[in-house]
């Protein structure tokens, strides 16, 4: 397991954009795929994005075309760029590692809340 901490949400208009940090505290390199999830009140748990070592993404059709998850290997870092913002959008942002192997448990942030509105 590695630690990870968000950073980056806060209150933007409709339209607006944010970018998302996800900092872990070791390598995620070689063995992890990161992934970003977010949660509305009264909700599930959804898969927004996901980039593998490899940096092969998967963007939910929800927020494709908005949305663009990246990685710095060397900062240890995963990053969601989210553009044209939609209230529908508003969700705790959660930061997520999957390592390889299925006998490592995944790893998940405290998550960062992010608030589209007026």
């Known amino acids: 397991q590695v630690q990870l901490v968000e950073s980056g949400g806060g209150l933007v208009q409709p339209g607006g954009s944010l970018r998302l940090s996800c900092a872990a505290s070791?390598?995620?390199?070689?063995?992890?795929?990161m992934g970003w999830y977010r949660q509305a009140p009264g909700k599930q748990r959804e898969l927004v994005a996901e980039?593998?070592?490899?940096?092969?993404?998967s963007i939910a059709d929800s927020v494709k075309g908005r949305f663009t998850i990246s990685r710095d290997n060397a900062k240890n870092t995963v990053y969601l760029q989210m553009n044209n913002l939609k209230p529908e959008d508003t969700a705790v942002y959660y930061c997520?590692?999957?390592?390889?192997?299925?006998?490592?448990?995944?790893?998940w942030g405290q998550g960062t809340q992010v608030t589209v509105s007026s």
């Open positions: 997520n590692a999957r390592h390889a192997l299925v006998g490592v448990r995944d790893s």
């Open positions: 070791g390598s995620i390199s070689n063995f992890y795929t």
């Open positions: 980039i593998t070592p490899r940096s092969s993404t």
